[in-house]
């Protein structure tokens, strides 16, 4: 038996997905800006994706940028804000625990002389949202906060980024990774004081290669790559047609958001209930983490042992996020958790395919481990 329980890695595609994705090479297969028939044919299929992600966001479809995934939708968003803004103040607030998508080009826009603001977070990986209040002020040019943790699945109050930009004065833009978020919860970014916000397929059950990012409309970025007329010139190049018509096709397939959060909690409660029976464990996400991500520590045994073992058996699990490759957690970090729950760490994180049984095989697999480990020392 196998159970894949690293989700928020890369989730394996869906049929749908699959189907679209074979339709886009081998009968859709034009360049999209080409003005012949199979050009047309492609571009088509390109607005027809467009659109299905415009309605999943609850957005216009000229609001739809495509990319490579979260990373380019994170990196285009922050820079192109920055840059974009930078006459009128110089003042970016970010948190501690962001994906290094977005810590990354915040450290070089802070290089480059922004002055910026990484908002704590407590044991329970929130921002305090007096913090944010107070540390926004006519300056502030750009907020980016994740909107579900990547790690611990935590939920940030994203909303109140726009409404401590508008008490303190500030003309800033709101920039929101939703990517972890994306098919977990319902995601509309007006609602939500947003202007920038981004997603990706491959966190969807669509194929690695596109993601979005949402620009609302009379919002200005600066574009860091230049070249032809493609995606508002945003981001311009020749459009992977095929990958984007996986993710819309993915994005089309997703469950009802509440069907499919019955079923993640369902599978969380009984793991968390299980596992908390064990000796030596402690659960490290919060309790309004999103069902899908549960951040455990074995303690006494190292994530990598750990992983290795549980690997051997045919479950697979990760210590953190996957861009890290292996290093010690920055979000547990910043949780303050003391050294053995960080090196112990283990981050579950299911999809609406999971089974009750691969559950079942994750805690059978623990407990071993942990059997073993003791005849060991």
């Known amino acids: 038996m196998e159970a894949y329980l690293d989700n928020s890695a890369t989730t394996p595609l869906c049929k749908e997905a699959v189907e679209k994705v074979n339709y886009a090479l081998t009968s859709c297969w034009g360049n999209p800006s080409s003005l012949h028939a199979n050009g047309i044919a492609s571009s088509e299929l390109l607005e027809e994706s467009r659109g299905i992600i415009a309605r999943k966001l609850s957005c216009e479809s000229d609001e739809i940028i495509f990319t490579s995934g979260g990373t380019e939708s994170n990196n285009i968003a922050i820079l192109g804000a920055a840059n974009a803004l930078k006459r009128r103040g110089s003042r970016i607030i970010t948190t501690s625990i962001e ?79 939703a990517v972890q978020a994306f098919g977990k919860m319902q995601l509309k970014p007006y609602n939500m ?73 369902q599978l969380r409660d009984y793991f968390v209930k299980n596992v908390s029976a064990m000796e030596n464990i402690k659960i490290n996400s919060p309790e309004n983490a999103v069902p899908y991500i549960t951040n455990i520590s074995v303690l006494g045994i190292p994530s990598e042992v750990m992983l290795n073992y549980l690997s051997n058996m045919g479950i697979y699990v990760s210590s953190g996020s996957a861009c890290a490759k292996g290093n010690k ?17 283990l981050r579950v994180s299911i999809s609406r395919f999971t089974t009750k049984e691969e559950i079942d095989y994750l805690l059978y697999g623990i407990a071993n481990a942990q059997k073993t480990m003791r005849r060991m020392k």
């Open 99 to 177: 994906h290094s998508s977005v810590e990354e080009p915040v450290k070089y826009l802070e290089g480059q002389g922004f002055d910026v603001i990484r908002l704590r977070v407590g044991e329970n990986g929130l921002i305090d949202e007096r913090q944010l209040y107070a540390a926004t002020n006519p300056s502030v040019v750009l907020i980016s906060i994740m909107y579900v943790n990547n790690e611990i699945g935590s939920v940030q109050p994203v909303e109140f980024a726009k409404r401590a930009a508008v008490h303190a004065g500030a003309n800033a833009l709101i920039h929101c990774d």
């Open 193 to 265: 004081g947003v202007d920038l916000m981004s997603i990706s397929s491959h966190k969807i059950h669509g194929p690695k290669g596109a993601g979005a990012l949402f620009v609302k409309k009379g919002t200005r970025l600066a574009p860091h790559v230049l070249g032809g007329l493609q995606e508002n010139k945003i981001r311009p190049g020749t459009e992977p047609l095929p990958a984007i018509a996986g993710f819309a096709a993915a994005a089309q397939a997703m469950p009802d958001y509440s069907k499919g959060l019955d079923h993640a909690v």
């Open 329 to 345: 957690s920055r979000v547990l970090r910043n949780m303050n958790l003391p050294d053995d729950r960080i090196n112990s760490a």
